[in-house]
């Protein structure tokens, strides 16, 4: 009889040491604290970013103290010489990724160690500690920023949102409406906002350029059609529900 999954992970689990566990659960606590910060960064920023420029973790020491994985370390007693050989053995059974710099180019200078959970890491504390993933967006859900964004170019019917003097609209990124532009459904280009100018003279020798971004007859009718969804989701957006029926 195939021995199932789970098992076989509860197995890779009690087959590390008591050490090598408390480090595991130590890098999964920092690197779920990571990800953490890097949820409510992205919110502000209205910018996601590759995972490989934040999820690498550093152990070592600073002008302030600790840093937050040494210091979970440190919290369970583990520290001591054979922590170089402890990141080797778990590098070398796959949970984590090891990789260190110099802080000058001076030989005898410190050694920055960076530490990155890998999935198949993350899955056995998981499995270990009895807590579930957390679920992904559906496809083509749109993340608060963007419905923000949908938000502020409803407000702004029907002429639409002009550029302000920052160079974007309503203060929101470029990346958050090039999303929203290249919005596909099934495969197929369904932009949610378009871009527009506008041509106005000002005196006899020079015009005025007005550039905007106005919501689609697509992307309204996907605002009528998912506001409930997204107000539920997002409450702390500003979006007014519509009046008219989808």
Aim: charged letters at 30%; hydrophobic letters at 35%.
């Amino acid at each position: 009889m195939t021995a199932r999954k789970s098992d076989k992970e509860a197995d890779a689990w009690r087959g590390l040491n008591a050490r090598q566990q408390a480090y595991m659960q130590a890098i999964f606590a920092t690197d779920q604290a990571q990800e953490q910060a890097e949820r409510l960064r992205a919110a502000l920023d209205r910018r996601s970013r590759p995972a490989d420029q934040w999820r690498w973790m550093e152990y070592a020491d600073t002008l302030y103290g600790h840093t937050p994985l040494k210091q979970r370390l440190v919290d369970a007693g583990v520290v001591d010489p054979g922590t170089g050989s402890t990141f080797e053995a778990l590098e070398q059974r796959g949970y984590i990724l090891v990789t260190s710099e110099q802080v000058t180019s001076h030989p005898r200078s410190d050694t920055i160690v960076y530490v990155r959970l890998t999935t198949r890491g993350r899955k056995l504390v998981r499995q270990a500690l009895g807590l579930s993933a957390p679920k992904k967006a559906p496809a083509g859900e749109l993340r608060e920023w963007h419905w923000r964004a949908m938000a502020e170019a409803w407000k702004a019917r029907p002429e639409g949102l002009k550029s302000d003097m920052s160079g974007t609209w309503a203060r929101i990124g470029w990346n958050t409406w090039l999303r929203l532009k290249n919005y596909r459904v099934g495969g197929k280009d369904c932009p949610l906002v378009e871009e527009w100018s506008e041509r106005k003279p000002s005196e006899w020798w020079q015009f005025w350029y007005w550039w905007g971004m106005r919501l689609t007859p697509f992307g309204e009718q996907f605002y009528r059609a998912n506001w409930r969804y997204y107000h539920d989701l997002y409450p702390d957006v500003d979006a007014p529900e519509p009046q008219e029926t989808a």
